[in-house]
């Protein structure tokens, strides 16, 4: 396998590299860094003992692969600086949010393979959830490839791209909220005289159980909850006050806010 290049190794990109050496037991000398921040560099060589660099034009000549992973506002101006150096060789596979197959083939000078995808931060422990959608020119062993490559930090799924804007609402930004509402869930405990510490951990791992009941039960979760939800018990008395509220709305709404914004990236 060629080299793996990652332009971009803020808390995304080192999550990703960082889960494919230590779940995927990919050797450290299979990739190079490359960020702008020294002390980024600098860290992510003592941690992971990767080679790094400084100069994304460095990128091109060494790895057939290169993930980019900087932000969505920095993306134009390098892209556009290495597109010279960018043949049919190379793979670019883009974690960059918001944007688009046919951006990234605009500022990429049209010759690279493309893959874009949707991770979310729980990749870091293995557990992460990875959307990915190939652009026209990628060929069915990149797929298998970037398939490979992320099912080791996770969960991988393809989808059409008229998807993306969704994905990264529910699963990109997703954990933010599933941690809102578990730290909401805590502060309720905390409030019924359950210590912190104790509140967090109950809340933390109530809400692990449930997602890998559910996963590997196979069960529709208003079964679930009809399973949990004896007639008259306690479990009913909390349903029963959040089917009157105004929850499922207000995550609703979350979720377009965020759809929302991912679609002004991709405009931007």
Do not use: W
């Amino acid at each position: 396998m060629d080299k793996i290049g990652f332009l971009g190794v803020g808390k995304m990109g080192e999550a990703i590299l960082g889960s494919l050496i230590r779940t995927a037991g990919m050797p450290p000398s299979q990739f190079i860094a490359c960020d702008t921040n020294a002390g980024r560099l600098a860290l992510i060589r003592r941690r992971y003992k990767v080679k790094v660099v400084d100069d994304a034009d460095a990128l091109p000549e060494a790895c057939g692969t290169i993930f980019l992973a900087i932000k969505p506002q920095d993306l134009d101006q390098v892209l556009e600086s290495l597109a010279p150096a960018l043949t049919r060789k190379h793979l670019l596979v883009s974690i960059v949010a918001g944007k688009s197959l046919a951006r990234l083939q605009e500022l990429s000078g049209g010759r690279p393979r493309l893959v874009r995808v949707m991770p979310n931060l729980n990749v870091a422990v293995g557990a992460g959830m990875c959307v990915f959608t190939p652009g026209a020119t990628a060929r069915a062993a990149d797929r298998r490839l970037v398939a490979k490559l992320l099912s080791s930090c996770g969960e991988a799924l393809e989808l059409d791209e008229q998807h993306f804007d969704a994905v990264t609402a529910l699963s990109g930004s997703g954990p933010a909220f599933f941690a809102y509402v578990m730290q909401a869930m805590a502060r309720g405990a905390e409030a019924l005289g359950l210590p912190a510490e104790a509140a967090r951990l109950l809340a933390n791992q109530t809400m692990l159980g449930t997602a890998k009941t559910l996963r590997e039960g196979g069960q529709e979760p208003d079964a679930f909850i009809q399973t949990v939800c004896s007639p008259k018990g306690t479990t009913a008395a909390g349903m029963a006050v959040l089917e009157k509220s105004t929850v499922a709305r207000a995550l609703e709404r979350t979720l377009k806010a965020a759809a929302r914004r991912s679609r002004e990236l991709n405009r931007g």
